[in-house]
């Protein structure tokens, strides 16, 4: 394609190149998730004590919106794009617990006492979080659905890497940019890739900002030598705005990464925060607390589905798998039986039988159609409420709540030299790779949110981790 036919095909399909509808889209919903919060907050006080509060009084209080949104955008949550889901948990909860803890203070300061209402904002700090993040996803959706969101940008450098920038820029709800135009040198590069137009030519990036007005560039590593890599950065991509350099190191997958001067050499400095003991021993108290009061919680539920398993099928209620835990020790972990008694036997007829079963079993280690899978062991398979009795593995320290999944030692070859690395931490009851696919998702996968989770880890996101296991196991995605 060539640059006057790229122009008329932008034009049809792009008539702006700013971040102003994006980030309006995440201030509303911003507007809509303290409301929310201020309302939860006054409706748990008012269901408590009918005469303590007035419910619709929380209207009164809307005035400290704009105090919210200035706190949000100190702690840079706007335009909301490219945000690491556990740094915007953060920015949230901080920003919150600072705006609530002011206007309760300021309350005070002015009435002298601690009231029914200090205890509804109180209330609204705890949800308030939980709501900000939901309404965001929300706002989320719907831009990406509708296509009214996202800021165009220009992909340089084609190949795996710029393939697979594109194809995270196309499928993600997050990341808040479009790619509309490749550039790359490769003659035999193709002339699309995913609709995505491609012009073989690096250097049409100042006549791409003058006609068209992008501001992003976004550059993947393209095989270039120094000369031809400096020759596209400094006249090329140096024309937009704004720039996005993608490293060459498959290693590198840490949003904690910082930079740092080398007498004028500059180096990514990155750690596997879980190799430190006090980070370690946080998640574990973090593990055990929440594992008990999930427990707690849920035990008449868990109680009644150990009735149904022991009525609707011959075996025991609660089996232990034998898996892989840290480094490599096996250990049982607990599910409620979802099979038959003869299970191995009937898997083995399958594969023998079938040899597309056989391939999709070597494949994930899964099977849609499992036939040794009971009635009510579908049910609780796609509900994920066979594995609640792991909370037993959490409290007696084989596995962790949010960590990577624990594998049988046939699985070892699929994780490769990774292996070790991986698994030198607990195994998790939920992980990265279940909040971005579960069972869909291949080992090559698996293998790369291991290793960011790993890299990137930090309460907020297990935190972030266990929130969006609620929707997946309501969706059911992916289970089975």
């Not at 079963?357 to 849609?368: F, G, H, N």
């Not at 009851?429 to 909040?435: A, I, K, P, T, Y």
Request: charged fraction near 20%; glycine fraction near 8%.
């Amino acid at each position: 394609m060539v640059l006057s036919e790229y122009t008329i095909w932008y034009r049809v399909r792009y008539n702006r190149t700013s971040s102003a509808l994006t980030a309006g889209a995440m201030l509303l919903a911003d507007l809509l998730g303290v409301m929310l919060s201020f309302g939860i907050g006054f409706f748990a006080v008012n269901l408590y004590d009918l005469s303590a509060i007035n419910f619709k009084s929380f209207v009164l209080y809307w005035p400290y919106l704009p105090v919210f949104i200035l706190f949000f955008q100190f702690f840079n949550l706007y335009p909301g794009i490219s945000l690491a889901p556990s740094e915007e948990l953060y920015k949230f909860n901080l920003s919150s617990l600072m705006t609530h803890g002011g206007i309760i203070f300021s309350r005070y300061i002015e009435d002298q006492e601690f009231d029914a209402i200090s205890v509804a904002f109180i209330v609204s700090y705890v949800v308030s979080t939980f709501i900000l993040l939901t309404c965001r996803s929300g706002a989320h959706e719907i831009l990406s659905k509708t296509r009214l969101g996202g800021i165009p940008a220009v992909v340089f450098g084609g190949g795996d890497m710029g393939r697979l920038t594109v194809d995270r820029l196309l499928d993600g709800k997050r990341t808040g940019y479009i790619p509309v135009l490749i550039l790359e040198d490769n003659p035999e590069g193709g002339e699309t890739y995913r609709d995505i137009p491609i012009i073989h030519d690096t250097s049409m990036g100042p006549e791409i900002v003058k006609l068209l007005n992008i501001k992003m560039a976004i550059v993947t590593p393209s095989g270039l030598n120094k000369p031809d890599w400096d020759r596209m950065f400094n006249y090329s991509v140096s024309a937009f705005r704004y720039h996005v350099l993608i490293p060459g190191f498959p290693g590198i997958s840490n949003i904690w990464t910082s930079v740092r001067d080398f007498d004028g050499l500059l180096g990514f400095v990155t750690s596997h925060k879980l190799k430190m003991p006090w980070n370690v021993g946080i998640k574990r108290v973090m593990d055990v607390i929440l594992a008990m009061g999930i427990g707690l919680v849920t035990l008449p539920v868990l109680l009644a589905i150990a009735v149904l398993v022991k009525a609707t099928s011959r075996g025991p209620a609660i089996y232990g798998h034998l898996r892989l835990g840290r480094n490599g020790v096996p250990f049982k972990a607990y599910k409620f039986r979802s099979m038959v008694q003869d299970a191995d036997d009937r898997l083995q007829a399958l594969l023998d039988a079938d040899p597309q079963a056989r391939e999709e079993w070597e494949s994930c280690r899964k099977l849609k159609n499992d036939p040794r899978v009971t009635k009510l062991g579908k049910f609780l398979r796609r509900t994920s409420l066979d594995e609640f009795p792991q909370l037993i593995n959490v409290l007696k320290g084989d596995m962790s709540l949010v960590g990577p999944r624990p594998i049988v030692t046939a699985e070892i070859p699929k994780y490769g030299e990774d292996f070790r690395r991986i698994f030198s931490v607990r195994p998790g009851l939920s992980g990265m790779w279940q909040v971005s696919g579960r069972s869909d998702t291949d080992y090559r996968e698996r293998v790369a949110l291991d290793t960011y989770y790993l890299q990137s880890w930090s309460v907020w996101l297990d935190l972030w981790i266990l929130y969006k296991t609620i929707g997946i196991v309501i969706k059911g995605k992916g289970a089975y």
